[in-house]
């Protein structure tokens, strides 16, 4: 019996290795096919498995296949890459991205995977025989795409507006791939907004990215091997199901929930080196523009693929394992140690603090007096300088606060819309369904106008159930205290956090400005 043939991209990431490893114990059903940067680490990950399959390694780029193997060793910016990986494929699974911190710093290359790389993946499946009605795809979006969540609107659902944050690039990209999966001819596609992976080790994400982020802000995350595993799962999904052609939050679901605070202060407590009152001031920390929130809908890819397994405790005990032995030798001298557990906290402090002065640190923006970081994250010098210390007049730390529902704008639990329907959802967003008939598909394109006058094509699912709109309104630049004066369903997650009397406007530019 012929097996399906499955191209996995991005296997050498977190979620992606995890996926490959559930793949490879499915190679007795599925062939697989990987596109990898032919670079040494990739190059030494992926021996081990080219040899059990009988393969010869080769040093540069090239195909090298055999047994159901093959890897197809190039760039996934090259159409001529990955024409060559959709060879007979009849699923494609996109773990791909170029994420922050790196992508700040190399906005092009965001650009370049994040959406001509998926752009590429979409033309060379639309190109296959009978591809667009055949092979499903399966694309990996990011929590990024609805940016600030914090207190009352902390829970979201999939066709909240999205609202990349100010400066995130990254998030900007992550958008433009997603609109690009679901305008397309493909059939068989879903979306998977993926929340924070939590990887094992926990110091290879130091970076002043760190203080971007609200220490109240609400985190549902997942562990890589419960992403990576779920991502395999879809590949029982079939063609008839109801799954495909949507948008889904991945998360690890409600078990998986915890404030920022609680997690920086457990993951620096379980390595050893106290807590966050200890270790950070409260001023390296920003009050507002970052991304993460709960989800009301996680439990709905769930009920699909099955990978919810890993709380948080499940996540701890991971960390407490895969600590360096450093740390884990730190750990036990300095219980026994007061004098040696100063030093330490001193060391880890001044590290910290180290971090939050480079060029992508508030201590830097505030130091350089760059006004355009400090309105974005903090409002104004003002009350940048009004932050108190430790333990006065703390942020709510209720894990479970009262929450509210963001407005779609149309009836929702309205069984079959109609053209006034769409009309209703586009004049609350500012702005006009142009087109005067509809076949109530909600993936038929349609002509649409914003507040600003932009006029533009897109499918109804795309505007009322996914939560984009206007893609020339899109960032950069970032007018967001305008646009909220005229649309009133971006309204709800921008005047949260940003006075009525806020006027800001960061030019196109203006993420370059941290650019190495």
Not at 156 to 176: C, E, Q
Not at 472 to 491: I, R, S, V
């Amino acid at each position: 019996m012929k097996h399906e043939k499955v191209l996995l991209l991005g296997a050498s990431g977190s979620m992606g290795f995890e996926a490959f490893k559930n793949l490879w114990k499915r190679r007795h059903r599925y062939d697989i096919v990987l596109l990898l940067l032919p670079t040494k680490k990739e190059k030494k990950m992926f021996a081990p498995f080219e040899k059990k399959m009988g393969i010869k390694s080769i040093q540069n780029k090239g195909v090298v296949e055999g047994n159901g193997f093959k890897i197809v060793w190039g760039n996934a910016i090259n159409y001529s890459d990955v024409h060559e990986a959709c060879k007979g494929i009849d699923w494609c699974l996109s773990t791909m991205a170029f994420i922050s911190p790196a992508a700040d710093r190399d906005p092009e290359k965001a650009k370049s995977v994040n959406v001509t790389a998926i752009k590429n993946v979409i033309k060379a499946i639309e190109s296959q025989p009978n591809g667009s009605q055949h092979i499903k795809l399966i694309y990996t979006g990011s929590v990024a795409q609805t940016g600030d969540r914090l207190e009352k609107i902390h829970m979201g659902r999939v066709g909240d507006p999205l609202n990349p944050s100010v400066f995130d690039y990254y998030a900007i990209t992550k958008i433009m791939g997603e609109r690009a999966v679901i305008e397309s001819n493909i059939k068989h596609w879903v979306s998977l907004r993926l929340t924070f992976i939590m990887i094992p080790n926990v110091f290879s994400l130091l970076d002043p990215i760190l203080f971007h982020q609200p220490i109240n802000t609400f985190m549902e995350n997942i562990t890589a091997r419960d992403a990576g595993r779920g991502l395999i799962n879809c590949l029982d999904i079939p063609d008839d199901s109801n799954f495909w052609r949507k948008v889904y939050n991945m998360s690890g679901g409600p078990s998986c929930r915890t404030t920022f605070y609680d997690f920086f202060n457990k993951n620096m407590e379980i390595c050893g080196l106290g807590n966050i009152e200890e270790l950070t001031e409260r001023n390296w920390f920003a009050l507002r523009n970052f991304h993460m929130q709960y989800f009301e809908d996680s439990f709905i890819l769930n009920d699909y693929i099955h990978h919810w397994r890993d709380s948080m405790n499940d996540y701890y005990k991971i960390l407490k394992k895969n600590r360096p032995q450093y740390l884990k030798l730190i750990s036990k001298i300095i219980k026994h140690s007061k004098t040696l557990k100063k030093i330490v906290q001193k060391a880890t402090y001044d590290r910290l603090k180290k971090l939050a002065m480079e060029k992508s640190g508030p201590l830097y923006w505030v130091n350089t007096k760059n006004n355009l970081r400090i309105s974005a994250f903090f409002r104004d010098i003002e009350t940048y300088n009004s932050i108190p210390k430790w333990g006065i007049d703390m942020p709510s730390m209720d894990p479970e606060p009262e929450w509210m529902r963001l407005n779609h704008g149309y009836q929702e639990d309205k069984f079959n819309l109609t053209i006034e329907d769409l009309n209703k959802a586009a004049l609350f967003r500012g702005g006009q369904c142009n087109s005067i008939i509809w076949n109530g598909n909600m993936y038929s394109k349609l002509t649409w106008r914003c507040a600003f006058g932009h006029e533009f094509s897109a499918r109804p699912f795309t505007i009322i159930k996914a939560g984009h709109w206007c893609p020339k309104c899109l960032p950069p630049p970032w007018n967001n205290d305008e646009q909220a004066k005229l649309n009133p369903f971006f309204a709800q997650v921008w005047r949260i956090n940003h006075r009525e009397d806020e006027n800001n406007f960061y030019p196109p530019d203006c993420y370059l400005d941290i650019v190495i």
